[in-house]
C-alpha cells in the first residue's frame, strides 16, 4: 500500500537510495583494498624472488648461502614467511629456518618457460600462502646439462586476510556513520522542501478562522501556481455568496413592496365592511411577510464545513442580548438570572451566536412570567447553554416539535414560529446540538451545545 505522507516518500526513497549507494560504493572500495594489498604483495615477492635468484650459484653444492635474505622472518621458525628452491631433475631443496622440516609442494604451482606465478599453496601448519614461484635455469659449462630450480617465496595468507578484514571492519563503521550523516541530511532538504507547504497550509487555517480572507504571495515559485489556485477559489467562493445574498435580498425587498400595498387592501376592506376577507388577506400577507424575513435571516448566517474553525465569546452574546430584551416591554418587567462561566469561547461565527442566542432569549422573553434564567457551563469539548423560563411551558410531544417551519402552538401572540427554526438552523449549521424540554422552573427550557474554540 502506497503512503499518503509526501514527506515519507521523499524520506523513504532518500534512504533507500542512500544505502544502496554506500552498499555499492563498500564492495567498490574493499575490492580496491583488496585488489591493491594482493599487487603489493605480489611486487614484494617479486622483488625478493629477483634477489633470492641472483644469489643461486648453480655449481656449488648448495646453490645458496644460509640466510640469502635480510628479513629475519626468513630465519624465525614458522614465522609465515618462507622461501624455497628446489632442484626440478633431482627434487633436492633447499629451504629458509622458518620452514624448519616442512617441504612446500610447489610442483602445481610453477609456470614452466621461467614465467613466475602467483598462487596460493598450502603451509607448514595447513594455512594458505601466498605464494610466488618461478623456474629458473642455468647453462652449463663444456656443454653439460643445464640446471633448473624452482625457486618460491611465500607469505602467510592471513596476514593479508587479516588486514582486509580490518579494513572492511572499519570501511562499515564509515559507512555507516556516512550513511546515518546523509539520511539526517536528506531528512533536513525534505523537511526545508516541505516547509512552504506547511506555510500554505497555516495560511488556510488563518482563513478558515477568519484572521485574513486570503492566503500571502512570498512563497516560493514552486509553490505560488497553487496559492494563487486557492486565492482565486476563495475569492470566487466570496463572490458566489455575497451574489446569492444578494440575489435573496433583492427579492425579499422586492416582495416588501408589493406585500405592503396587499396589507393596505386588507386595512381598507377591513374598513369597507369585508372584515372576513380583510382578515383574511392580512393573515396571508404577514405570514409572507414573516416567511421573508425568516429567509433574509438565513441569507446572513454564515455557511461552513468541518474544516472551519472560529471563535465567538458566549459571555459577549448573552450581555448583549439580555441587554437589549431587558429595555423592552416585555423584558423589562422580567428579572433576569444570568450565570455564564467566565471566557467562555465557542466555536461559531460572532453574528450566528448572536442570532441563535438572541432567538431563543426573545422566545423566553415573550413566554416568561417574572423570571428568564440563563446559565452557560463548560461539558468536555462543549458549552452547555441553558435558557428557561417561568411560562407556561409546553407538553414534552410538544416540545420535542419546536423548531419545525412555521409550527405555533399557541395563536394567541404573535410571531410567526419561525424564530426557533432560525436556531435549529444555527445550531446545525455550527455542529452542536438543541433540545427542549420543560424547565424545573415550569416554562420552557432550551438547552444548546456549542463545540468549543
Known amino acids: 500500500m ?15 537510495w ?27 615477492l617479486t622483488a625478493s624472488l629477483n634477489r633470492l635468484v641472483a644469489q643461486i650459484d648453480p655449481a656449488a653444492a648448495e646453490p645458496v648461502e644460509p640466510g640469502p635474505l635480510p628479513d629475519p622472518h626468513y630465519d624465525t621458525p614458522l614465522s609465515g ?56 635455469s642455468f647453462s652449463a659449462s663444456a656443454g653439460g646439462t643445464p640446471k633448473r ?10 596476514l593479508l586476510d587479516e588486514s582486509i578484514r580490518k579494513f572492511g571492519g572499519d570501511l562499515l563503521v564509515a559507512l555507516a556513520v556516512l550513511g546515518v550523516a546523509l539520511i539526517l541530511a536528506a531528512w533536513l532538504q525534505v523537511r526545508l522542501g516541505l516547509k512552504p507547504l506547511e506555510s500554505v497550509r497555516e495560511g488556510i487555517g488563518a482563513v478558515r478562522r477568519g484572521a485574513t480572507q486570503r492566503l500571502a504571495s512570498h512563497y516560493p515559485a ?9 486565492n482565486a477559489l476563495l475569492e470566487q467562493q466570496q463572490k458566489s455568496m455575497e451574489f446569492a445574498r444578494a440575489r435573496a435580498a433583492d427579492l425579499a425587498h422586492g416582495l ?15 374598513a369597507t365592511g369585508e372584515a372576513a376577507a380583510g382578515n383574511e388577506v392580512d393573515e396571508i400577507v404577514g405570514e409572507m411577510d414573516d416567511r421573508v424575513e425568516y429567509q433574509l435571516r438565513l441569507s446572513r448566517l454564515r455557511m461552513r464545513t468541518r474544516a472551519h474553525q472560529l471563535s465567538a465569546s458566549l459571555n459577549e452574546a448573552v450581555d448583549r442580548t439580555v441587554a437589549v430584551l431587558s429595555r423592552t416591554q416585555e423584558g423589562e418587567e422580567l428579572d433576569w438570572r444570568i450565570d455564564v462561566a467566565p471566557e467562555l469561547k465557542v466555536d461559531i461565527d460572532r453574528h450566528d451566536l448572536m442570532e441563535l442566542v438572541g432567538v431563543i432569549l426573545e422566545n423566553a422573553a415573550k413566554w416568561g412570567r417574572s423570571a428568564v434564567t440563563v446559565e452557560a457551563v463548560v461539558a468536555g469539548a462543549y458549552a452547555e447553554l441553558r435558557i428557561a423560563d417561568d411560562g407556561p411551558g409546553l407538553p414534552d410531544d410538544q416540545a420535542a416539535r419546536l423548531g419545525e417551519r412555521g409550527l405555533r402552538h399557541d395563536e394567541s401572540r ?22 427542549f424540554g420543560r424547565a424545573p422552573e415550569g416554562g420552557l427550557e432550551a438547552i444548546v451545545r456549542l463545540p468549543l474554540a
Open 2 to 16: 502506497r503512503s499518503r505522507s509526501l514527506r515519507l516518500r521523499l524520506l523513504g526513497g532518500a534512504a533507500l
Open 222 to 230: 514552486e509553490v505560488l501556481p497553487l496559492v494563487g489556485e486557492v
Open 81 to 136: 614467511a618462507y622461501w624455497q628452491i628446489e632442484d626440478v631433475a633431482t627434487l633436492e631443496s633447499w629451504r629458509s629456518r622458518s620452514l624448519w622440516d616442512h617441504v612446500l609442494d610447489t610442483r602445481n604451482a610453477a609456470a614452466p618457460g621461467g614465467v613466475e606465478r602467483f598462487s596460493t599453496i598450502a603451509g607448514p601448519g595447513g594455512q594458505s600462502l601466498s605464494a610466488m614461484v618461478r623456474e629458473v
Open 256 to 270: 416588501k413592496t408589493p406585500l405592503s400595498v396587499l396589507r393596505n387592501l386588507a386595512a381598507e376592506m377591513k
Open 414 to 435: 404573535r410571531g410567526s414560529g419561525l424564530g426557533l427554526a432560525i436556531a435549529l438552523e444555527v445550531v446545525a449549521l455550527n455542529a452542536g446540538s438543541v433540545r
Open 18 to 44: 542512500i544505502v544502496l549507494a554506500l552498499v555499492v560504493a563498500g564492495i567498490a572500495i574493499g575490492w580496491m583494498f583488496t585488489a591493491n594489498v594482493e599487487r603489493s604483495m605480489r611486487e614484494e
Open 149 to 158: 630450480f624452482r625457486v618460491t617465496l611465500a607469505e602467510d595468507r592471513a
